[in-house]
């Protein structure tokens, strides 16, 4: 299993960025996929999750109504739509996979490196 995540970037306060995680050997029936995020001096944050077999999403608090989770099954990739972005957004975002039909599961067996999202005001 291979994860790699791209997109990520720097944006305006208010704007919208989507950045992605292609997947190799992944079959999302089996799979729950999702993202974290470290921002500067916080801990690893679980921002969404989605899980292949029944397409279940779950979302943290601070992202929810404004981040969206989505499996592009014909480009194996799993992006995360991220809208009315805030100057807190800012972190290394990074995306994970478990074998699970589970979002509370999702802990990172397996990890794609890192894309760095800086949200300017």
């Known amino acids: 299993v291979q994860l790699q995540a791209s997109g990520g970037g720097l944006v305006q306060a208010g704007g919208s960025l989507t950045i992605s995680c292609a997947t190799t050997?992944?079959?999302?029936?089996?799979?729950?996929i999702g993202w974290f995020r470290r921002a500067p001096g916080k801990d690893l944050e679980k921002v969404s999750c989605?899980?292949?077999?029944?397409?279940?999403?779950s979302y943290a608090d601070s992202v929810k109504g404004r981040f969206a989770i989505s499996i592009d099954n014909a480009k194996r990739t799993v992006n995360l739509q991220m809208a009315s972005l805030k100057l807190e957004d800012t972190a290394v975002y990074y995306c994970?996979?478990?074998?699970?039909?589970?979002?509370?599961?999702?802990?990172?067996?397996?990890w794609g490196q890192g894309t760095q999202v800086t949200v300017s005001s």
């Open positions: 989605i899980v292949g077999r029944d397409g279940t999403v």
């Open positions: 050997d992944v079959i999302f029936d089996h799979f729950v």
């Open positions: 994970a996979a478990d074998v699970s039909d589970k979002c509370w599961a999702l802990r990172g067996q397996y």
